[in-house]
């Protein structure tokens, strides 16, 4: 008796403790309600909200709007494989929907969010730099664009960076040809994030291991000219003179 006791309390506790769903009287308050519950931060009520709706009312007029309140709720709970799948429901099924700019930022961020570090392969980085490039050239003018242009740059930047870590791997392996490519790549492609000065310093020592010397003096000339102060101008001028009593 003491052990069923002590269960139902603990039971009843529970009950007492779980989240309760406010009473809806129409579908339009439904809508209304999940909206606050997004401000307010209540995401997973919100998402338990609108998912019964989405699903038994495709046909309504604003069920496009409750995919992309869903797509966002999921975002700030940070489901992103959810908030991606919710928000590619709309672009996909509802082109034409006033949330459709909404729905494209929130896409980026929800692939953005799954990219991995540098280091590692950046499938995602590159979905969400798409998306975000679509999203300025659909929607000129969204309320999100200044964003978007520093989420691009973002995603640039942890491009440059991959491509500045191979090279400098290919450098440390004495393969001074593989090398070049990436950091070529960075400075023809990335010339717009920090990365440009380590991709300049990449290619200098590149032809100071290849055998151009006097090239690669030059380069490293460039670099402390153009970066004064710079980590990277710094060690291009010990490699300058290091070359320069070589010569």
Same mark, same amino acid.
């Given at each position: 008796?003491?052990?069923?006791?002590?269960?139902?309390?603990?039971?009843?506790?529970?009950?007492?403790?779980?989240?309760?769903?406010?009473?809806?009287?129409?579908?339009?308050?439904?809508?209304?309600?999940?909206?606050?519950?997004?401000?307010?931060?209540?995401?997973?009520?919100?998402?338990?909200?609108?998912?019964?709706?989405?699903?038994?009312?495709?046909?309504?007029?604003?069920?496009?709007?409750?995919?992309?309140?869903? !797509?966002?709720?999921? =975002?700030?709970? &940070?489901?992103?494989?959810? $908030?991606?799948?919710? #928000?590619?429901?709309?672009?996909?099924? /509802?082109?034409?929907?006033?949330?459709?700019?909404?729905?494209?930022?929130?896409?980026?961020?929800?692939?953005?969010?799954?990219?991995?570090?540098?280091?590692?392969?950046?499938?995602?980085?590159?979905?969400?730099?798409?998306?975000?490039?679509?999203?300025?050239?659909?929607?000129?003018?969204?309320?999100?664009?200044?964003?978007?242009?520093?989420?691009?740059?973002?995603?640039?930047?942890?491009?440059?960076?991959?491509?500045?870590?191979? !090279?400098?791997?290919? =450098?440390?392996? &004495?393969?001074?040809?593989? $090398?070049?490519?990436? #950091?070529?790549?960075?400075?023809?492609? /990335?010339?717009?994030?920090?990365?440009?000065?380590?991709?300049?310093?990449?290619?200098?020592?590149?032809?100071?291991?290849?055998?151009?010397?006097?090239?690669?003096?030059?380069?490293?000339?460039?670099?402390?000219?153009?970066?004064?102060?710079?980590?990277?101008?710094?060690?291009?001028?010990?490699?300058?003179?290091?070359?320069?009593?070589?010569?």
């Amino acid at each position: 008796m003491r052990r069923l006791a002590l269960l139902l309390c603990v039971l009843g506790l529970a009950g007492c403790g779980a989240s309760v769903l406010p009473t809806i009287t129409s579908e339009e308050q439904r809508l209304v309600v999940a909206k606050q519950m997004i401000a307010k931060g209540d995401n997973s009520q919100a998402v338990e909200l609108l998912k019964g709706y989405v699903n038994s009312h495709l046909g309504a007029a604003d069920v496009d709007q409750a995919i992309y309140l869903l !797509g966002l709720a999921h =975002l700030r709970n &940070h489901d992103w494989i959810e $908030a991606a799948s919710e #928000f590619d429901h709309l672009l996909r099924d /509802y082109p034409e929907s006033d949330s459709s700019a909404a729905a494209r930022f929130g896409l980026a961020e929800s692939n953005f969010a799954q990219a991995r570090p540098p280091d590692f392969d950046q499938e995602y980085t590159h979905k969400a730099l798409d998306e975000w490039q679509r999203y300025l050239n659909d929607f000129p003018g969204h309320w999100q664009n200044a964003a978007a242009r520093e989420k691009i740059l973002a995603c640039r930047t942890r491009l440059a960076d991959k491509l500045v870590r191979t !090279g400098v791997l290919y =450098l440390k392996l &004495h393969h001074p040809g593989p $090398a070049r490519v990436y #950091f070529e790549k960075v400075v023809a492609e /990335y010339g717009d994030t920090v990365w440009m000065p380590n991709a300049e310093l990449g290619v200098a020592i590149c032809e100071a291991e290849e055998g151009s010397p006097n090239l690669a003096i030059q380069l490293f000339q460039q670099i402390e000219a153009r970066y004064p102060g710079s980590p990277e101008a710094k060690k291009a001028q010990r490699e300058r003179k290091r070359l320069e009593k070589e010569i």
